[in-house]
């Protein structure tokens, strides 16, 4: 019979009971919470307006009172046909980029240059060559693109609108400037990608100094693409400052394998990492009626209700996980197109764009449920998100398990047993891919019931979350995340069997009105069967 939770508590008083203090919080200046702007001043030539509280105001106001300090602006070659008709989707060219970047820069924000290397849009499926290099062979096609981005980063400097950040190229993935630059499908060369790459960077360089230099992929959760991908560019020689990433939730894997990614990749290329493009529904209605990216299905998959909490509960947690990369690694987030509206004709494309690329799709908007304003253009409250404080301070000593190396005894955990021969059921170790160097495992040849807990002190009164990431092979009569003592009852969160996808647990509304609170992680186990855990997070949220 599993043991109860009152007899576990005497227990746990004789194990010893581990007293922490609230440590301070870690101040960041360079954490990047931002917004890609791209269809803004498409949607206010269109008529789009924004109000924040029922007052009217320019979008980017909103945003910067909002907390958001960067805009990421894409740049389009030449996003017109012969007859000089846009191709829409924001038609970004030059001129407009550098108006836009001159609204954002009096409201204080930096800029983040993504310059597609394409007339129109350039992602993993589309990397077509601006009409004007069409003819060029591959040595030309090296010098276009270096003199491209280097007199682009020259106008933006003249107009007093230096990007901090230059990505050369768009979710990149399968090269630039196909055929020339292209990678994958049976291509694994990537001398020639390569080449281009660094020409652009060199084109940064040589028009400003102080500016970073990113590479941008897709599928965020995908490690394998990432090793074999950034393998191939840094083996060649490209020499960059930031990868960059896509990762909508719904598309491009779970939470636990987007933090593996980010850990593996900043410590295996030395780089920092910054999510450059991430969104979620906040409802599943359609503004425009003419279909969206985001649904029932999409809902189910990316795992948070559709509705602004569930959007807010998302970008919180995505930004913890981003500031959670070892070494301060994680550089940030920007919020894809949180401004484009569903007014009429404010649209992926115009005709002239469809015909460009040959696309029978129907003209629509299919992101107006992923903003950060309902369909009046009123601001939502996930944009207050932004402004909150990077990070959260957490109340838990050692919940990341690295203090010790190996050990049956970690720094500021006490371990119980139900039977002192399975004390060795709890410890930490490096052998099963924990997000850091350790973890802390539950595991013993014979059955076993055991814990690690910790008892906080300290604790101002208001409503505290206990998160963790898990690993479980299952197997366990029970297998949970608990709080109590906190002078409420007893909260659990039985964890998720998930043996090769790290699931994010959370008990969220603790209301803690005693100064104390007892924070765990219990296990009653049949033999052989396993348990890992890392980054144990206790929290303030109000």
Same mark, same amino acid.
């Given at each position: ?42 949607? #206010? ?5 924004? &109000? ?5 105001? +320019? ?37 407009? *980029? ?20 394409? @007339? ?14 069409? &003819? ?14 280097? /007199? ?11 990007? =901090?950040?230059?990505?050369? $190229?768009?979710?990149?993935? %399968? ?9 994958? @499908? ?19 360089? +040589?028009?400003?100094? $102080? ?54 990749? %900043? ?25 969206n990216s985001f649904y029932f *299905?999409? #809902? &189910? ?5 559709? =509705? ?8 919180? @947690? ?18 894809? #197109? ?23 799709? *129907? ?23 932004? $402004?909150e404080a990077p990070g959260r301070?957490?109340?838990?000593t050692n919940g990341s398990f ?14 119980? =047993? ?7 059921? *709890?410890?930490? !170790?490096?052998?099963? !891919? ?22 906080? %002190? ?8 206990? !998160?963790?990431?898990?690993?479980? $092979? ?26 090769? /996808? ?41």
């Open positions: 019979m599993r043991r109860t939770i009152a007899g576990f508590v005497a227990l746990a008083a004789v194990a010893g009971t581990v007293a922490v203090a609230a440590p301070a919080s870690a101040e960041r200046d360079d954490f990047i919470m931002g917004a890609d702007v791209g269809m803004l001043a498409e949607v #206010e030539d269109l008529g789009g307006t924004f &109000s924040d509280g029922g007052v009217e105001g +320019d979008a980017l106001e909103i945003l910067a009172d909002g907390g958001v300090d960067t805009v990421r602006l894409r740049l389009w070659n030449d996003p017109y046909d012969a007859d000089g008709n846009p191709y829409g989707g924001g038609t970004n060219d030059l001129a407009r *980029t550098i108006a836009v970047a001159q609204r954002a820069k009096a409201q204080g924000m930096d800029i983040l240059l993504d310059i597609h290397l394409s @007339d129109w849009w350039a992602d993993p499926g589309t990397q077509t060559k601006p009409k004007a290099w069409q &003819s060029l062979g591959y040595a030309d096609l090296v010098d276009a693109v270096h003199d491209y981005v280097e /007199d682009s980063v020259d106008a933006m400097e003249a107009a007093g609108v230096t990007p =901090s950040i230059v990505q050369i $190229g768009n979710e990149i993935s %399968s090269g630039v400037l196909w055929d020339d630059g292209k990678v994958g @499908d049976g291509v694994d060369d990537f001398t020639q990608l390569a080449g281009l790459l660094s020409a652009g960077i060199d084109g940064v360089h +040589d028009a400003a100094s $102080g500016i970073e230099t990113a590479l941008h992929l897709d599928m965020g959760g995908d490690n394998a693409l990432y090793r074999w991908w950034f393998d191939g560019v840094t083996g060649a020689g490209v020499d960059f400052d930031i990868i960059a990433l896509s990762y909508y939730p719904f598309w491009h894997g779970t939470m636990g394998e987007l933090k593996a990614n980010l850990n593996d990749i %900043s410590q295996r290329y030395d780089k920092d990492v910054l999510i450059v493009e991430t969104a979620y529904g906040w409802t599943t209605g359609d503004g425009d009626g003419l279909g *299905t999409e #809902e &189910s998959v990316g795992g948070y209700p559709a =509705s602004v909490a569930g959007q807010t509960d998302y970008l919180r @947690d995505l930004r913890e996980l981003v500031g959670d990369v070892p070494d301060e690694r994680g550089r940030g987030l920007i919020w894809w #197109e949180p401004t484009w509206l569903p007014v009429d004709g404010a649209n992926w494309g115009t005709q002239a764009g469809k015909e460009d690329n040959d696309d029978g799709g *129907t003209l629509s908007n299919p992101w107006d449920n992923q903003t950060l304003f309902d369909w009046d253009g009123n601001a939502l409250a996930t944009l207050d998100v932004f $402004g301070t957490n109340l838990l690295e203090d010790d190396g190996y050990t049956n005894d970690p720094t500021g955990w006490g371990v119980w =047993s139900s039977d002192p021969a399975d004390a060795d059921a *709890t410890f930490t !170790s490096d052998s099963w !891919s924990p997000h850091g160097s350790f973890t802390l495992n539950h595991w013993k040849a014979t059955a076993y019931t055991t814990s690690a807990y910790q008892v906080v %002190s300290g604790v101002p009164d208001g409503t505290y979350t206990l !998160s963790a990431w898990v690993l479980n $092979g299952g197997g366990q009569d029970a297998a949970y995340l608990y709080a109590k003592n906190h002078g409420g009852s007893e909260l659990q969160a039985d964890l998720p069997v998930s043996t090769d /996808d790290w699931q994010y647990v959370t008990i969220e509304g603790i209301e803690v009105t005693s100064g104390t609170v007892e924070v765990g992680i219990y296990d009653d186990a049949a033999a052989g069967s396993w348990l890992n855990v890392d980054d144990v997070k206790l929290y303030r949220t109000s």
